[in-house]
């Protein structure tokens, strides 16, 4: 059964940076895609990023585009999200989440709240 | 403002069938993409519901069906039970988008 756990979430100023990590197991971490999806307070959900399983493809949300960065490292099973120059409008829980097969998320983790404020 | 289109809220009495729309345009669910739809219930995480336009994955009932015609899909829930109270939100992808896309959600309500 996948895990994904999700870390590194706070309180930070605009313009600051954090990173988030998502450690996975039970499952064959390099063989599948894996996302960051993103819920703000009282919204719904908005999809932030996928790397896919052999880290050669990067993709991103159009609101989080040049500003955050997407990476795993498969002798860690972890994935993380490095996130620069963070804006108010960040503020949400972050839910790292496995592919069943492409674009399908299949497994979730619980998430870690990030609030951007000063 | 969700590229996909649902209604915010349905409601319901127990055991009565519920559908929620979804709809989209011909850059994205009439383009051939499929539609996978999550429960989230309240203060937990997102769950898959069903993928690939009509299928349930292990353990979820069959209470639940998905479908898809043209441009729009739709999620039924029959026999309508007090723990199906939830958001749901659908999911596809956009020929104009490197990446997946969500619709607004929709809360179902059991009276």
């Known amino acids: 059964q996948a895990q994904l756990v999700e870390s590194g979430g706070g309180v930070v100023q605009p313009g600051g940076s954090l990173t988030l990590s998502c450690a996975a197991s039970?499952?064959?971490?390099?063989?599948?895609?894996l996302h960051w999806v993103r819920q703000a307070p009282g919204k719904g959900l908005e999809w932030v990023a996928l790397i896919s399983s052999d880290e050669h493809n990067k993709y991103y949300g159009e609101s989080v585009k040049g500003r955050f960065t997407i990476s795993r490292d498969t002798s860690k099973k972890t994935l993380y999200l490095q996130m620069n120059s963070l804006r108010p409008e960040d503020t949400a829980v972050y839910y790292c989440a496995k592919d069943r097969v492409e674009w399908e998320l299949g497994a979730w983790g619980r998430g870690t709240l990030v609030t951007v404020s000063s | 403002q969700s590229v996909l289109t649902q209604p915010p809220s349905v409601s319901g009495a127990p055991g009565q069938r519920v559908t929620i729309s979804c709809t989209g345009n011909?850059?994205?669910?009439?383009?051939?993409?499929?539609v996978n739809w999550y429960q989230q219930l309240p203060g937990s995480a997102p769950k898959l519901l069903i993928y690939g336009n009509i299928f349930r994955p292990s353990g979820v009932p069959d209470r639940f069906s998905g479908s898809k015609s043209g441009t729009s899909a739709s999620l039924a829930i029959s026999g309508l039970q007090a723990e199906d109270e939830a958001d749901y939100y659908c999911q596809s992808r956009d020929s104009g988008l490197s990446g997946l896309m969500f619709g607004g959600g929709t809360k179902v309500t059991v009276l």
């Open positions: 039970g499952f064959s971490f390099n063989s599948y895609g």
């Open positions: 011909t850059s994205n669910i009439g383009a051939g993409y499929d």
